[in-house]
Every structure is written in structure tokens, then in C-alpha cells.
């Protein structure tokens, strides 16, 4: 994979690549000079004409970010909500549906942290019960055991809701296929795409999910402290809306009624960070001009080739399964806590992270893993970058056998 005019153009117009090795991209990827720009045009307008002012005058930009948005994950501007994050997403979507004492919510062993920490407070407070459907041999979740469980507990089911990627792992879970089974049922169904949006084609019709919820600073290059989230028309004909309906959402038309907005703003707060919101917007433009099928081709191929060589390094174990595997990379070594690994690599210039047992208890238990090495390679990444990361690893690695 040798460098080309077009990779050349994306580290041009990517600062930080000047600077940094940097394979953090599930943590927050390197945003590009648009992206960057439209936040500090906006900052720099609200400082000279006010802040409520300065949304005014780009109301029409604003607008055209719900139509970026809603390109990039097959939908209309009418489906799209902006919130403060993915979590905030998750939740606001949760936070529809009126779970009672025995109700059951279906997930996944390799759903994300926070998700999880929610059904355990759903489950402490109001006595939600929370089923893990089974994985598959090869990692990631068994769509048939979703389907089981469906039909053994019938109308106790609420909500699936399903992390499409991990972020302790590079698996992909097949969510169309739990899609096509929730739809089956009638089930309602909620995808947390926060590290997929950017690095996988999304299409929610093909999902068939009532929501989808997501960010902007990962593999779609946006800004910290902004997301989305996508509300499908059968969720806004049922009247959902989220517990804590804010007056962005709603009006309030009588002392005692209010009317939630016929859009998915109903899932939207007043108060916005609107240079974020226009930075999210310019990263959807920008995730879109360099197609997402590229940006996934690329970046899975560098972390393919990234679990390879790390893979030939004695003492080091990929921790990666799953039939389909992204742009995250984990690994741990013999000897070496992931820790030590991570400020190794940045005393090198190279960014990544470290990802803790408290993060996937379900699956580092099974891989009995405590702690792992988190690499994930980008578009604009280069081979010698990925080499250059492989070879610090090996370094490391051959000091502590002495």
C-alpha cells in the first residue's frame, strides 16, 4: 500500500500527521483543515457578533449539516437529532421506552462499557431484566441465539440493542442480521454505531434498527463533544420521545400539554456547541467526499497489516476475533503491562491507548486479559507509520528478554 496523490492530499491537509504517528483513531482520529476550519470560522464569528447571532447568520449551514448527516447513514434530515455524543444518544433512545418491572432488554457480550452500566441501572431501579445473547465460535454475536430469545419471552421484550463494534476489539458484529430478526418479531432495535460510522458503509434501511446512535470524533474525524443519532420513521409515527423532552424537542402548548416536534429534533437540547455542530457537519461532508468505502478499505488493510507483523513478535498475543474485522487493533505482551506499552510508544511519537478489563469484562475474561493495547490505523495513515509502530513493539519486547 505505497503512498499516492491522494493520500498525499489527506496528510496535507491533516496538521496533526506533521507531527504525530497517530493510531488512536477509536479513541479521536486527526481532524482535516475543513473540519478544523468551520469550527474556528464559527468561534471566531460568535466572538464579533454574539453567539445567539452567529447561529442566525449560518442557520443555512447548520440545516445542510442534517442533510450531510443523514447521507452518510442512508436517511433524511428529518431522522437526524443532534446530541453531545454517542452515549448521550444511547441513552436519549432508552430513554423512550417506559420499562416496567420484568421487561427484558436483549444485548450482546460485547456491548460497549457505558451501555452495559446502563441495563445494570435499568435492572437496579426499575427491574429491567438484561439477557446477553450467545456469540458466535468465531466472536461476536449469534444472531439465532437472538432470535431465541425472542420467541421464548415473547412481549417481556422490549428492546435490542446491540454495539456494531466493540470498543475493546476489532470485531464487527453482524447487526443486519439481528435487524432482520428483531424485525421478524416486532421487536424494536437499537444500534450503537459510534465506532462504525466513518469506517463502515451505513445504510439503517438495510439495519432495519429504530435507532442509531453515533459520533463525530472517531473515524469520521470530527471534533470532540458532538454526535448524532438517527430516529426511524416507524419510531417517530409511535410517538417516542425521550423521558427528559427538552423545549427544543417540544412546546409547550397548554398549562397542562405539550407537543413533541414531528422530527427526530425532538431527541435535541436548546443549548448547542454550534462551531461543533459545523465542525461535525464538515467532517460528514469530508467523510463523504473521500467515500467511506475507501476510507474502509484503506483503513481495515493497515490494521490487517498491523495484526500480521505484531502477531510475529514473540511474546505478543493478538486478541482480535470475529469473521470481520476492523480498524482496531488489540494486543498484549508477555512481561509488559499495556501501559507501559502505550507510554513506550509515545516517548516514539506514535499515539495509542490502552483498554482495560473494566471496559469488555465478557470478553478479556474469556481472553483473560486484564489489560490490551489499543491500535487503530486510519485512511490517512501510511505503511511506514504501521512499521514504525510494529517495530517499537519488537523493540520493547526483545529489552525485556535480556
Known amino acids: 500500500m505505497t503512498s499516492t496523490p491522494q493520500i498525499t492530499r489527506w496528510r496535507d491537509e491533516t496538521p496533526g500527521t506533521r507531527h504525530r504517528n497517530?493510531?488512536?483513531?477509536?479513541?479521536?482520529?486527526?481532524?482535516?483543515?475543513?473540519?478544523?476550519s468551520a469550527i474556528t470560522r464559527h468561534i471566531e464569528l460568535e466572538a464579533q457578533i454574539g453567539g445567539y447571532e452567529a447561529a442566525d447568520a449560518r442557520a443555512a449551514d447548520i440545516a445542510k449539516g442534517y442533510d450531510d448527516l443523514a447521507t452518510l447513514v442512508g436517511a433524511q434530515a428529518r431522522n437526524i437529532a443532534i446530541v453531545a455524543n454517542a452515549t448521550a444518544a444511547f441513552v436519549q433512545a432508552l430513554s423512550s421506552f417506559d420499562f416496567a418491572r420484568g421487561d427484558i432488554i436483549v444485548t450482546s457480550r460485547c456491548d460497549y462499557t457505558s451501555n452495559q452500566i446502563q441495563y445494570l441501572a435499568l435492572n437496579d431501579r426499575l427491574g429491567v431484566e438484561i439477557l446477553h445473547a450467545d456469540d458466535l465460535p468465531e466472536g461476536g454475536v449469534d444472531p439465532v441465539s437472538v432470535d431465541r430469545l425472542l420467541q421464548r419471552h415473547g412481549a417481556r421484550c422490549k428492546l435490542v440493542a446491540i454495539s456494531w463494534i466493540p470498543t475493546n476489539s476489532g470485531l464487527v458484529q453482524?447487526?443486519?442480521?439481528?435487524?432482520?430478526?428483531?424485525?421478524?418479531?416486532?421487536?424494536?432495535?437499537?444500534?450503537?454505531?459510534?465506532?462504525?460510522?466513518?469506517?463502515?458503509?451505513?445504510?439503517?434501511?438495510?439495519?432495519?434498527?429504530?435507532?442509531?446512535?453515533?459520533?463525530?470524533?472517531?473515524?469520521?474525524?470530527?471534533?470532540?463533544?458532538?454526535?448524532?443519532?438517527?430516529?426511524?420513521?416507524?419510531?417517530?409515527?409511535?410517538?417516542?420521545h425521550p423521558l427528559f423532552v427538552d423545549m427544543r424537542g417540544a412546546r409547550w402548548t397548554e398549562i397542562d400539554r405539550y407537543e413533541i416536534d414531528p422530527t427526530a429534533k425532538r431527541y435535541?437540547?436548546?443549548?448547542?456547541?454550534?462551531?461543533?455542530?459545523?465542525?461535525?457537519?464538515?467532517?460528514?461532508?469530508?467523510?463523504?467526499?473521500?467515500?467511506?468505502?475507501?476510507?474502509?478499505?484503506?483503513?481495515?488493510?493497515?490494521?490487517?497489516?498491523?495484526?500480521?507483523?505484531?502477531?510475529?513478535?514473540?511474546?505478543?498475543?493478538?486478541?482480535?476475533?470475529?469473521?470481520?474485522?476492523?480498524?482496531?487493533?488489540?494486543?498484549?505482551?508477555?512481561?509488559?503491562?499495556?501501559?507501559?506499552?502505550?507510554?513506550?510508544?509515545?516517548?516514539?511519537?506514535?499515539?495509542?491507548?490502552?483498554?482495560?478489563l473494566e471496559y469488555g469484562r465478557y470478553d478479556f475474561g474469556e481472553k483473560r486479559v486484564r489489560a490490551a493495547v489499543r491500535l487503530s490505523p486510519h485512511y490517512y495513515n501510511t505503511d511506514d507509520e504501521v512499521d514504525a509502530a510494529v517495530q517499537v513493539v519488537a523493540e520493547l519486547g526483545r529489552a525485556h528478554e535480556r
Open 22 to 36: 497517530h493510531l488512536n483513531n477509536a479513541g479521536a482520529a486527526l481532524m482535516p483543515a475543513p473540519v478544523i
Open 174 to 240: 453482524d447487526v443486519a442480521s439481528v435487524g432482520a430478526v428483531c424485525e421478524a418479531h416486532g421487536v424494536p432495535y437499537l444500534v450503537d454505531a459510534c465506532q462504525a460510522v466513518g469506517q463502515i458503509e451505513i445504510d439503517v434501511d438495510t439495519l432495519r434498527c429504530d435507532y442509531l446512535s453515533a459520533t463525530a470524533r472517531k473515524f469520521m474525524r470530527g471534533p470532540r463533544g458532538i454526535g448524532f443519532m438517527y430516529a426511524s420513521d416507524r419510531a417517530l409515527a409511535r410517538g417516542d
Open 268 to 356: 435535541e437540547d436548546w443549548e448547542f456547541p454550534y462551531a461543533l455542530v459545523l465542525g461535525q457537519a464538515a467532517a460528514a461532508r469530508y467523510a463523504l467526499d473521500v467515500g467511506v468505502a475507501t476510507a474502509r478499505e484503506r483503513a481495515w488493510a493497515l490494521a490487517e497489516r498491523l495484526r500480521e507483523q505484531l502477531a510475529r513478535i514473540d511474546g505478543v498475543r493478538v486478541l482480535d476475533r470475529g469473521s470481520t474485522r476492523c480498524a482496531i487493533v488489540t494486543m498484549v505482551m508477555e512481561h509488559v503491562d499495556a501501559e507501559a506499552v502505550v507510554t513506550h510508544l509515545a516517548s516514539r511519537h506514535i499515539n495509542s491507548v490502552s483498554s482495560l
